[in-house]
């Protein structure tokens, strides 16, 4: 642990903590901060829990410590890459130009590493509900959580096959799952058409009927205990002996303590962070939205073959998966929306036309593992950024462990395998 100033020491600084983006990460970092006691100011140009935290699939998934890592990706990746039927797409200019991503994510595709991966994950989602629950306590949004288990189905048996191991992973990890046959699936969800083979049934997941309503009230909550909200982006920051300077887009100058960067998958876009040395990638994810389907399920399913979950929201039934490797700002593909629509009505009947196509990008490291922890540069930056399929399960737990890190406390659960110098050589 590094050693610093304490930091109420330092009396010209404006705020104990600023944050730079407001997704589940941020917000969850400010309201766990301030409800601390910490001078907090959180910073975002778009609206909180606008930018990808809304889009997603919407699960609290304590389930998924399998990384997309995997070996098989050597053996199914021609045939994942060339097929009209995929839920992952790849732009070979795009993966070329970004050697460092790509090569350290097949070379994290080793069995080895997917196992070091996979126990690392499996242990950090066991401390979900200890980040996530107060914060839904304080935010009184108890109404936009639902504790209907979570469902994922096979269409096929080679399919369900080659899953064996990374099930039998998430045993070993401690997930609690049934298997069900295709009879017990029908009978949770009785309007699922297309083939299956068999499910598992993950008993006491939630979902999020709304992610950002649950940020927006976390935000709000987060201002009665005093808290500040400025909506403009941070273009860098300066730290040095007494604290950090933040710049805004504004030419606003602001003084802090402390500086946590938590903008997503933008994070390596702020200057004198030190994490524009990191080789934070982005999967690149859509959804579409049926808004009068709801009800046609009770839980999220996730197809496995196909790659996307159908999640029963506020707003409608919204398809929400695959995972596009390409530049941050690369133009919104619709072949991936073509896909999600195509497969959703071998899922279901009766849907009509999508209201809403959706594009978000997944904060994701070459190793799956999000970077949690004291930049290089200096003790007055901490990150917590990089949470790739699950930041919406783990944003409330990375607040948490950043909140100790700002007070320099010990995190309350072990982060050693997130270091950011863990990419050092
Ligand atoms: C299709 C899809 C399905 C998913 N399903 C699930 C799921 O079921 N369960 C789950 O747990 N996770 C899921 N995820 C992953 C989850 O959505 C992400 O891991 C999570 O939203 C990341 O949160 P974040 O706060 O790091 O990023 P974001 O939500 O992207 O927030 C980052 C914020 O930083 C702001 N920002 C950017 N640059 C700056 C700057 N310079 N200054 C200030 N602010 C800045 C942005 O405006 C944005 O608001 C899914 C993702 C996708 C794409």
Redesign the pocket.
Known sequence: MPTTSPINATTENDFDLIV?????????TALWAQKEGLKTLI???????????????????TY?CIPVNSPSIFTTLPHLLTSRDSPLSFNIRHGLKNPRWTLGFLNNCRSSRVQHISQALGKFLTHTDSGLDPLIKEANAEDLVISNDCLYVWSSQAAFKSARESNAVRAAQGVLFDELTPEEVRQLEPNLQQPIHCGLHFKGAR?ITS?QEL?SRMQKRFEQLGGKVLP????SCQPDTNGVTAY??DSTEIRGARFAL??????G??KGTGAEQLPLGT?????ILYPDHADLISR?VGWAEAG??A?PMADGLRI???VEINAIDAAFNTTCTDYLQRKSKEMFTGLGAPSEK??????TMPDSLPVIGYSKTSHRIIY????????????GV?GKIVTDLAQDRQPYCDITNFAPNRFSG
């Not at 999967?283 to 959804?287: A, I, L, S, T, V």
């Open positions: 730079a983006g407001a997704g589940m990460v941020g917000m969850s910073c975002d140009p778009n609206p909180p829990g606008s930018g990808t935290t809304s889009g997603s699939a919407c699960t609290i998934a998924a979902h992610p940020v403009h982006s941070v273009r805004l887009d938590t903008a997503g998958a933008r994070s876009q702020i999967e690149r994810g859509y959804h999220p996307f979950y999640t929400a998966g695959t959706w594009l978000g990008h997944r904060p917590a950024f990089g949470h790739q399929h699950i930041g919406l399960t783990l944003g990375s």
